[in-house]
């Protein structure tokens, strides 16, 4: 079995600037999430953040990336355009993409989905939530129950201003009434894109077993695969033309 390389961008503002978030992550979100991923014998995980040169994802860091998770919030702006317009061309490439919650505004993610993806509902009043699995053949789902039940939650509620997933795995249900599509799979070129919803920073979403199954899940989901070769512009005929359809 061959290793996939994993790599866990998080922004790292809030766990700096906010004592109940660094309270909850004190090594970060990024560092929680890869935590639990460094027990899957079959991944190789690093990490990367915003304040480090290139925000971390340097050409030999997404070179060496065959999954990306994107964790960002606070500082969505902060993100150059050209490491922005680098993941976009690496997830086109086959590298798989894996957002997190708040990284629907980022703009990573409205580049490859090509609309105004920070649009949706919102309310941080720790609601229940229960994440509906849909899909349950889906690889993504394996090991999860008919729903995950989440004590206290960010509320995010439609309409979330997507196009529609080409998959869709998971619909959150909120204490407040509102329903939203939480677990969105896409195909943007040769690359797997996973949007899940659940992770705002004031809870300990990143601790709870369901959710990192979930992300684990995807990153197997999302690894490259070895798809046919395939040739831009001007090719030569694979059969021979007739005489009489040659331009002069």
């Known amino acids: 079995m061959n290793t996939l390389k994993v790599t866990v961008w998080n922004e790292y503002r809030h766990e700096k600037s906010n004592p109940q978030v660094a309270a909850i992550y004190p090594e ?19 990490t990367a953040t915003l304040d480090e040169p290139e925000h971390g994802l340097t050409e030999e860091v997404l070179d060496n990336t ?12 902060e993100v150059r355009d050209d490491i922005a317009d680098k993941v976009r061309e ?4 086959g ?21 105004k993806t920070g649009a949706l509902k919102w309310r941080d009043d ?4 229960r994440l509906w699995v849909i899909e349950h053949g889906h690889p993504i789902t394996n090991g999860l129950g008919e729903y995950i039940e989440i004590p206290k939650e960010e509320m995010y ?21 509102e329903v939203f599509r939480s677990g969105c799979c896409y195909r943007r070129g040769k690359g797997k894109l996973f949007y899940f919803r659940p992770g705002h920073e004031t809870f300990p979403i990143y601790h709870q077993p369901e959710i990192l199954q979930v992300i684990k899940n995807a990153v197997h989901w999302a690894a490259p695969t ?23």
Do not use: C
């Not at 065959?66 to 702006?77: E, K, R």
């Not at 798989?96 to 580049?111: P, Y």
């Not at 720790?126 to 939530?129: I, P």
């Not at 509620?157 to 407040?176: H, K, N, Q, T, Y």
């Open 157 to 177: 509620g439609e309409r979330f201003e997507i196009p529609a997933p080409d998959e869709l795995v998971f619909i959150s249900w909120f204490e407040g009434g």
């Open 95 to 115: 590298m798989g993409l894996i957002v997190l919650h708040s990284g629907h505004g980022s703009k990573v993610f409205e580049r490859l989905l090509g609309t």
């Open 28 to 46: 970060g979100i990024h560092n929680a999430i890869a935590g639990y991923l460094k027990a899957d014998g079959a991944l190789e995980v690093t």
């Open 66 to 77: 065959d999954v990306l998770i994107w964790w960002g919030h606070m500082a969505h702006h």
């Open 90 to 93: 690496r997830v086109l490439q």
């Open 226 to 248: 070895q798809g046919a070769k395939v040739a831009y512009g001007r090719v030569a005929p694979i059969e021979p033309l007739r005489e009489s359809t040659v331009l002069s």
């Open 126 to 129: 720790g609601e229940k939530e």
